[in-house]
């Protein structure tokens, strides 16, 4: 969720894509730190040239979780299980 938290706090500075690519190339990295948010993602932040502070308050924020939430229960109700998630057509036979 914290990852999921860092993506859409990112997007409140138009730099979703950027963070999202960033969090996925360096998972391995980060997914066993106790404290992902200050070891890593405020670095990536750094990195991406996002406002600090306004990252870390977005990162918190109420809205920032609903809409993790809202995406989560949509993903949900699609039967989806995993991130990222592929979708392909399957032709009629």
Excluded: C, H
Aim: charged fraction near 30%; avoid cysteine.
């Amino acid at each position: 969720m914290l990852a999921a938290y860092a993506a859409e706090a990112a997007a409140n500075q138009n730099k979703f894509w950027q963070m999202t690519d960033k969090l996925y190339d360096t998972q391995q990295t980060w997914e066993a730190s106790n404290d992902p948010v200050n070891e890593f993602f405020v670095k990536y932040a750094k990195d991406l040239n996002l406002d600090i502070n306004k990252f870390k308050a977005d990162m918190n924020s109420d809205s920032v979780k609903k809409r993790v939430d809202e995406d989560v229960q949509q993903g949900n109700l699609m039967g989806l299980d995993s991130t990222p998630t592929f979708f392909s057509e399957r032709s009629k036979g």
